[in-house]
């Protein structure tokens, strides 16, 4: 493809809500990461995979928090029972996995919980 | 534990005027050095990486290992260098970058 798709591009769900959000990566980058984007903040780096394995986790806000990325490709980042402090914007990258390699980023998912 | 800082909210200038958005980091090694940019309506994309040494769209980086900075400058500003600038950390281990809060740069005509 063209490069890191996202969906949905926004997202407004209701307190409490369960939400998923979806990643395509570049064809074969090895390497995908979620981040979280609140307003006027730098991403803050939430899950990393390196193909199918989930490599680090340790960005994960609480345990309502689950990404998966079951072939090596697509990636969904899952978050349930949404709380208004989840209101961000998700950003999902994707790289080769080498050295000093740039890091792709999709446009985002922009979640508002209402 | 790596940490990104870049003290600058926001940076705002004239046109033609000489632009340094800072970057200082925390790094127990080696690390792998990039800032990237936001245009308005844009994905984050990458600008330049250290390892480069490369000048690009008149933006150019140092890094300073003694001063753990790696500053971004650019001689003359332009307009369309107008745009949210992020220095980045990669691990060279697991090359999960961490970023800074960003630098807020206007040019002003």
């Known amino acids: 493809g063209a490069g890191v798709s996202q969906s949905p591009r926004y997202k407004v769900a209701k307190r409490g809500q369960d939400v998923a959000l979806r990643c395509d990566p570049i064809?074969?980058?090895?390497?995908l990461f979620w981040y979280q984007q609140a307003l006027g903040q730098g991403p803050e780096f939430l899950t990393y995979?390196?193909?199918?394995?989930?490599?680090?986790k340790s960005g994960l806000p609480s345990d309502r928090f689950f990404a998966e990325r079951p072939e090596g490709s697509v990636s969904t980042l899952k978050i349930q029972r949404t709380q208004q402090e989840d209101s961000a914007v998700y950003l999902c990258?994707?790289?080769?996995?080498?050295?000093?390699?740039?890091?792709?980023f999709g446009q985002g998912t922009r979640l508002t919980v209402v | 534990a790596q940490r990104v800082t870049q003290p600058e909210k926001l940076l705002s200038v004239f046109k033609g005027a000489p632009v340094e958005l800072k970057c200082n980091y925390s790094?127990?090694?080696?690390?792998?050095l990039f800032w990237y940019v936001q245009y308005s309506r844009q994905r984050l994309q990458l600008l330049l990486r250290h390892i480069s040494r490369e000048s690009i769209k008149g933006f150019t980086a140092d890094l300073n290992k003694g001063e753990t900075s790696f500053h971004l400058k650019k001689p003359f500003a332009q307009e369309e260098d107008s745009a949210m600038y992020y220095c980045a950390l990669s691990d060279p281990g697991s090359y999960i970058p961490t970023f800074g809060r960003g630098t807020s740069l206007i040019v002003h005509p």
């Open positions: 990258a994707s790289s080769s996995g080498q050295r000093n390699t740039e890091a792709f």
């Open positions: 064809s074969g980058h090895v390497s």
């Open positions: 995979f390196q193909n199918e394995a989930q490599l680090d």
């Open positions: 790094y127990s090694g080696s690390p792998e």
